[in-house]
């Protein structure tokens, strides 16, 4: 086991343990975003450096403290590592910075966009973004692909984080997609405008992190935060697919079906094409209860309670982070 201090809280975690990780164990306001690691999918991480910390402290064995500010999702913690991240204005600024260059080829159409409200980039950039922009010159565009009858691809959304590849490699027999070209003419592409068409595909608009990747049957039919999220599940027969899923609903009409996920936004459990585009009808589901939604967001507002650290873990919370809290809870 490892002791360290994060945002002046110690917490014990297993040996090789990130830093992320062990954050995510004290939990609440704390805890650096992330928009590329996805615990699920092996390989996830070190892409988007929207997770930067600063240690003050190595290790007990060697306290100096790192040269550089450190990915969380990727750096294993070690005993006696003191870390900052809400407490390190350098960490502040620098995701500021990264949440800037995050927008510098994001399209601001979060009115038009089906991400609107569950999409990590515009809650980041609500907490950390700047209003203007300082960049001149075009912004990327590219060409239009069509890649299948259930996804809508926006390449100009994307901020390559590659979970969906991940995603298409790690749950699909065969994946059709990855990121083609190098710097700033990388792309999600499919060569041959190959459909993504396999039983788990759909997984790749729960995991996209931002609009790129978003639902075909539920475009522009509701923005997410009037439809009444309720946990359902079915027998299903896919094999791999756990049946569990969320009902995005307006009275008795289901808009959209989606994987559950937890208080970071990952999948708790992947679900099938069949689950996710196939039954859309009430009468499909055995419902189990409105969804608790656990996680800073839009949808959250006026429906559901806040998450709050757990006070066995943290004894001696920080005034600053409590104070948070208790203005977050109001
Ligand atoms: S399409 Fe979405 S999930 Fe895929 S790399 Fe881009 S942002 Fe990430
Ligand atoms: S979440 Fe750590 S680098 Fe992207």
Redesign the pocket.
């Known amino acids: 086991m490892a002791k360290i201090t994060f945002d002046g809280i110690e917490v014990e975690v297993e040996d090789g343990t990130t830093i992320l990780n062990a954050a995510r164990k004290i939990g609440g306001n704390v805890v650096p975003p992330a ?2 690691y996805y615990t699920p999918l092996k390989g996830s991480g070190g892409k988007c450096r929207v997770c930067l910390v600063k240690v003050t402290a190595g290790s007990a064995k060697d306290p100096r403290p790192m040269p550089k500010l450190v990915a969380s999702c990727i750096t294993p913690v070690q005993d006696g590592m003191v870390v900052e991240n809400t407490l390190s204005e350098q960490a502040m600024e620098a995701r500021k910075g990264i949440v800037e260059m995050l927008l510098i080829n994001h399209p601001l159409d979060c009115p038009v966009c089906d991400q609107a409200g569950e999409c990590d980039l515009q809650n980041l950039s609500y907490e950390h973004g700047t209003s203007g922009t300082r960049y001149e010159e075009d912004r990327r565009t590219f060409d239009k692909i069509d890649i299948g009858p259930l996804i809508q ?1 926006h ?1 100009t ?9 991940y ?1 298409a490699d790690q749950l699909t027999e065969k994946r059709v997609h990855g ?1 083609l070209g190098r710097g700033d003419a990388s792309e ?1 592409g499919t060569y041959i405008e190959n459909s993504l068409e396999n039983e788990f595909i759909g997984n ?1 608009i729960d ?7 978003t639902d075909k049957t539920f475009r522009f039919k509701n923005r997410v935060w009037f439809t009444k999220p309720m946990d359902a599940h079915r027998e299903c027969e896919t094999p791999g697919c756990c049946g569990k899923v969320v009902l995005w609903s307006r009275g008795e009409e289901v808009l959209r079906v989606t994987a559950r996920k937890n208080e970071y936004g990952e999948v708790e459990e992947f679900i099938c094409n069949t689950c996710r585009f196939d039954k859309k009808e009430m009468s499909d589901w055995i419902i189990d209860g409105p969804r608790h939604i656990a996680r800073a967001s839009v949808i959250a507002a006026n429906h559901y309670e806040l998450p709050v650290i757990n006070p066995h873990l943290v004894p001696d919370l920080p005034a600053h982070v409590v104070d948070t809290q208790i203005q977050d809870q109001n």
Request: hydrophobic share 55%.
């Open positions: 928009m590329c691809l390449m959304r994307c901020i390559l984080c590659y979970r969906c590849v995603t990121v999600i790749v995991v996209c992190p931002v609009g790129a990747l």
